[in-house]
């Protein structure tokens, strides 16, 4: 609920701010989302100014005492919102006031409002950054539980889509279990930064007060100060940072989406998603639509666009606080959820996958997907790889006319492009004679890949 009211600072000026305008520089409505960091940070800076004499115990007190009240009510629903108080901050410090008198107009002693709302966005970042890693791990687990069950199963693998060789569904699920983790230690690294103490910048400069920064970043578990005060209130390099680290979650969720929609078409056929994440059509009886990987897809748009919006939003600022940096705060909201979301959703999807290895085999069974392999088989009888290539694409094209594949070739036929072929070549264009061949790290055959998750699943331990 909202209420006229007078804002914290209007002593200084002649007239009341038009209301549109007041409307305008407004922020309760979304940076309320704050409220219980500010409260937060409120208590850390309060009990660090009683421990330096700034303020009396009786005091710290009374306002926690109050902010105690405050929060509560906050929760509960009961708090009322004033437009005409501008921020969260101000709303809550005005309650609070109300609630305690005296001691809460001292709480603001040594900070500002630049430092304070820095200080709340690194904390809620902070906590997001927690949950998010929490999500992320359950989304590897949840692709590293499908792929062990795939590492035999063969589909075609893909260059420009157009079949290339041939790799196992696990080879394929994997590569996105690497994309994740990159993105999970992007963001654990992330955090590192977001993690720093603004508190004790002020308005810009610093404070006059005995404060003690490093007491304050103690009690809210930063790992340090930001050490420089102009810095520290100006700077939103974090949550630029946070929502790159998003936009590449986003980035390779989409792609995933992308295959998904393509391999769950009928022309595919490779998987099914569970009804639960599809939907149908209105008109069309028979459509089983991939809804949620297309809005994975088209929200990726969304969070890329709110990285663009925060870095334009920085690069003209000169130091230190400007008001524009109020502006940062629904793109990383919106971030945050979007990808708070689509990782939950994610998860359980991955989960609901059903495999139908047989329409992969086939896929893979077209295309010549094991043309490199038997280009390979007679290099390793001596035969150089340029010449070798011409040789079999000289036999693709044979089998191409005859409508067949390669395996289907009598060996007198095969000799044809090179006396260099012997009845072994029949264990070499085989699919899984490919998958086998191809055993080096990163490779695709299936002890390759068996390792592989292995080691993920001690990853995702660790
Ligand atoms: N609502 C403001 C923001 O989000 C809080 C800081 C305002 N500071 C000021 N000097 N007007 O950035």
């Known amino acids: 609920m909202m209420m006229q009211d007078k804002q914290g600072w209007s002593g200084r000026f002649n007239e009341p701010v038009a209301e549109l305008v007041k409307r305008y520089t407004a922020s309760v409505e979304f940076d309320r989302r704050l409220a219980l960091f500010d409260i937060q940070g409120s208590l850390a800076h309060a009990q660090m100014l009683a421990a330096c004499g700034i303020i009396s115990t009786q005091d710290l007190n009374d306002i926690r005492r109050g902010l105690a009240q405050v929060e509560n009510e906050i929760i509960s629903g009961e708090f009322i919102w004033s ?4 921020d969260v901050h101000l709303n809550i410090e005005k309650r609070l006031t109300a609630l305690v008198g005296d001691a809460g107009k001292r709480l603001h002693t040594g900070r500002s409002r630049n430092d304070q709302v820095a200080t709340d966005v690194r904390l809620y970042l902070r906590h997001a950054i927690d949950e998010l890693r929490g999500l992320s791990h359950t989304l590897q687990t949840a692709i590293v539980d499908l792929a062990a069950h795939h590492t035999h199963t ?10 290339a060789q041939p790799v196992s569904f696990a080879h394929h699920l994997m590569a996105y279990f690497e994309m994740l983790k990159r993105d999970a230690e992007r963001l654990a690294d992330c955090r590192k930064r977001v993690n720093r103490l603004p508190l004790g910048a002020a308005a810009l400069a610093g404070t006059s007060y005995p404060i003690k920064r490093e007491y304050v970043a103690e009690l809210l578990g930063f790992d340090g100060v930001c050490e420089n005060s102009l810095d520290a209130v100006s700077d939103r390099d974090f949550a630029i940072e946070f929502t790159a680290c998003a936009a590449l979650i986003m980035t390779h969720l989409s792609r995933l989406s992308e295959e998904l929609i393509l391999w769950m078409s009928p022309r595919f056929g490779f998987i099914d998603i569970a009804d639960r994440f599809c939907t149908g059509s209105s008109i069309m009886p028979q459509k089983k639509n991939p809804d949620v990987p297309e809005l994975v897809r088209g929200k990726t748009g969304r969070v890329n666009g709110h990285l663009v919006a925060l870095l334009t939003l920085m690069k003209g600022q000169p130091l230190a606080y400007n008001k524009d940096n109020q502006e940062d705060k629904e793109p990383l909201f919106d971030t945050v959820d979007t990808l708070t979301q689509t990782l939950h959703i994610y998860a359980d999807m991955i989960g609901g996958i059903t495999v139908k290895p047989e329409a992969m085999r086939s896929a893979a069974l077209q295309g010549y997907a094991t043309a490199t392999d038997l280009a390979d088989y007679l290099v390793k009888k001596g035969l150089p790889f340029r010449d070798a290539h011409e040789a079999v694409a000289l036999a693709v094209r044979f089998a ?8 289907e070739l009598e060996l007198e036929e095969l000799q044809k492009f090179s006396p260099l072929i012997e009845p072994d070549i029949y264990g070499v264009l085989t699919l899984e004679g490919s998958l086998a061949s191809r055993n080096h790290i990163g490779g695709t055959a299936p002890q ?3 390792t592989a998750i292995a080691r993920a699943r001690k990853h995702l331990q660790g």
């Open 448 to 450: 390759q890949v068996e």
């Open 154 to 163: 063969i589909m075609p693998g893909f260059t420009h889509l157009q079949v």
């Open 400 to 407: 191409e006319q005859r409508g067949c594949g390669l395996s």
């Open 83 to 86: 437009l005409d108080l501008e």
